[in-house]
């Protein structure tokens, strides 16, 4: 037990400096493409798309494939290499001296933050499976603190040189893979490992095979996939909408992040274990589940900035609903698996970055044109609302109906993964 919560504190930290590093880029890297740009604002907003686009693309190709390759060679290479190359990624976004090496850099960003998926694997790795929605949520938690410190921290640095908080971030993440080269322990033994790669599944689509093996896997699965295009419109219009809706300053809009940040992390870290161990996943995914809806549609309808600020708890609680899928999911595979289920729900969640960003931009831009006859700015939060339904309708038919052969944990791999076939 206590080597477990040893290997769980080593990934947890981790995964924290993972995420600060990813944060402390925010503030700044939209300000040098404009540089870049010669001040053309609306043209760097384009190639700032283009940005988004490739990360996301390289999510949802190399998520499937680190995460098989993290069931076949083991959780801990895969996590030290590629926090060296996300090392690498910042350092050539330091000494970028054009628009075409910066790309280079959130290419190799896309493929190496698809890591977090085997850090989940991880986890599942030296969690019981009773445990491992409240583990889910901790580790959820990094995000939270990495959404708090890296911006801030970022913004700091910035005002000093904008290229400073690329070296720093390429700092962290060179001393995060040395640190797991010398302490992070594996969590996953050989004897529970495939003795082959089954290259089909560690591309995109192959990788779907395994949400489909079991049906309350697919069905979560696609539960997850309605909240992660849900999930789309906070990146893509909240920065946007309280600008347009309610006038507010960039230290306005700071500070709710950051309140956005803290809540989250305290949900995550504290209120998943303690809601689940007292009312069951369950119940926990559907409140989490419940509480995005009105969040949502209460930051769609909110006249005014304190009564959207209202609506930060409820979308912290909305943090509830991913550790039980999680956890529930993860009991639907072998030891042997979870690497390659995380990596498929994270190719998922490629997808919808593919998806949302369009979605609801082109959605807030629609209804705020002054052209039409009726305007609601609240059109995308009420879309991510409905989104959010969809999800709950989903779940309650998934989760309906649990047997006691389905809540056993699975202790084999199946059977396309047993050495007996051959991977080509």
């Known amino acids: 037990m206590k080597s477990r919560r040893a290997a769980f504190a080593f990934v947890f930290l981790t ?26 604002a609306a043209h760097a907003a384009e190639i700032f798309g283009v940005f988004g686009t490739i990360f996301a693309l390289m999510q949802f190709v190399f998520a499937p494939v680190l995460g098989m390759l993290s069931d076949r060679f083991g959780r801990r290479p895969v996590i030290v290499l590629s926090n060296f190359g996300m090392g690498l990624d910042y350092l050539i976004m330091a000494l970028a001296p054009n628009v075409g090496w910066l790309f280079v850099g959130r290419t190799l960003s896309g493929i190496t933050a698809a890591s977090f998926s085997t850090a989940m694997a991880y986890v599942a790795d030296v969690t019981p499976h009773e445990k491992r929605a409240g583990a889910f949520g901790m580790l959820s938690a990094a995000f939270g603190i990495g959404f708090i410190l890296g911006p801030a921290l970022g913004g700091v640095l910035g005002n000093v040189d904008p290229r400073l908080p690329f070296w720093v971030a390429a700092g962290l993440s060179v001393a995060n893979a040395v640190y797991g080269l010398i302490v992070l322990p594996e969590s996953l033994p050989p004897e529970k490992r495939p003795t082959a790669l089954v290259w089909r599944r560690a591309n995109p689509l192959g990788s779907l095979k395994l949400l489909r093996s079991h049906s309350e896997i697919f069905g979560l699965a696609a539960v997850n996939f309605f909240v992660y295009v849900a999930h789309e419109v906070l990146p893509n219009v909240y920065v946007l909408y309280v600008i347009y809706r309610f006038a507010w300053d960039e230290r306005t809009i700071g500070v709710s992040l950051a309140l956005v940040g803290a809540m989250s992390m305290l949900v995550s870290a504290w209120l998943v274990r303690a809601a689940v161990e007292r009312l069951g996943e369950r119940r926990v995914l559907f409140a989490g589940l419940l509480a995005g809806v009105a969040a949502f549609a209460l930051f769609g309808a909110a006249g005014n900035g304190a009564l959207f600020l209202a609506a930060i708890p409820l979308i912290a609680l909305w943090g509830l609903a991913g550790p039980p899928a999680q956890s529930i999911m993860s009991r639907r595979v072998s030891a042997s698996e979870q690497g390659e289920l995380q990596g498929a729900l994270s190719s998922m969640r490629g997808i919808s970055m593919l998806i949302g960003p369009g979605l609801f931009t082109l959605t807030f831009a629609t209804f705020i044109d002054k052209q039409r006859a009726v305007q609601l700015p609240g059109a995308p939060w009420f879309l991510a609302a409905l989104l959010m339904i969809v999800s709950i309708a989903l779940a309650w038919g998934v989760t309906r109906v649990r047997t006691d052969s389905d809540s056993a944990e699975v202790d084999a791999p199946r059977e396309e993964a047993n050495p007996s076939v051959a991977a080509h």
């Open 15 to 40: 995964a924290t400096l993972d995420m600060v590093a990813l944060g402390i880029i925010v503030p700044v890297l939209p300000k040098l493409v404009v540089t870049f740009m010669g001040g053309n």
